[in-house]
């Protein structure tokens, strides 16, 4: 059973197109992330839900909105797609925020 | 707010030796430390945390870390690397109080036969 789930795996697109990350934990945990990954493998997180409601969020452009439906799920919408976000983006969860995070396989994300 | 540093990027270690991977924290009040590891193309994966208690924590794998209150460190250690442990290592902390975990540049471990 995967743990926490990403898809797709790999989305390639054009400049200026909408595109959406969607990401799945089936282990009850309360807490979800995004992070992005650059090519130099820094790690920065995006955003934190805990129960739906955003409890993190970090300077990211407002291009980029999280959905969470149910606590179970936690969406990435991305507008008019740039160069620069091209980029590994991780969903990770954890049973209480700030606690240890599991992490899904990545969605790599290459703006053309 | 807390930070983390890996003054290393790269660590190069002969299989079956000991291995250290080196962190250091910066936090306003009591740490919450985490090592994570991750495999080429794939997500990190949990190994160990420090939340209070014996200063040295056991985790997966045979990896064990050292808290160091005085020298603000949590160096990640195993006593005999494998191959199969060279990978992309992050250390990460957060503040008591605090649910923002921020993770280190992480460093890159690479054991030779």
């Known amino acids: 059973d995967t743990a926490v789930s990403q898809t797709p795996k790999y989305l390639v697109t054009q400049m200026g197109n909408d595109k959406s990350i969607k990401c799945e934990q089936n282990?009850?945990?309360?807490?979800m992330y995004w992070y992005k990954q650059d090519s130099k493998k820094f790690l920065k997180i995006m955003f934190s839900?805990?129960?739906?409601?955003?409890?993190i969020n970090e300077t990211v452009p407002n291009r980029f909105s999280p959905k969470s439906p149910d606590k179970a799920h936690l969406n990435l919408h991305i507008n008019s797609l740039e160069l620069g976000d091209s980029a590994v983006y991780f969903c990770?969860?954890?049973?209480?925020?700030?606690?240890?995070?599991?992490f899904g396989p990545g969605t790599r994300l290459t703006v053309l | 707010a807390q930070s983390v540093a890996q003054p290393e990027d790269q660590v190069n270690v002969a299989e079956g030796n000991p291995l250290t991977v080196k962190c250091t924290y910066s936090?306003?009040?009591?740490?919450?430390l985490f090592w994570y590891v991750q495999y080429p193309n794939r997500g990190l994966q949990f190994l160990l945390k420090?939340?209070?208690?014996?200063?040295l924590v056991k985790g997966s794998y045979g990896f064990e870390a050292e808290f160091n209150k005085s020298q603000t460190s949590f160096h990640l250690k195993k006593p005999s690397a494998l191959v199969s442990d060279s990978a992309l290592y992050f250390c990460?902390?957060?503040?008591?109080?605090?649910?923002?975990?921020?993770f280190g540049a992480g460093t890159r471990l690479t054991v030779k036969p």
């Open positions: 839900y805990n129960n739906k409601e955003l409890i």
């Open positions: 282990l009850g945990h309360d807490t």
């Open positions: 420090y939340i209070t208690g014996d200063n």
């Open positions: 990770a969860s954890s049973q209480v925020a700030g606690n240890e995070q599991f």
């Open positions: 936090v306003s009040g009591n740490p919450y």
């Open positions: 990460a902390v957060r503040d008591w109080g605090n649910n923002d975990m921020r």
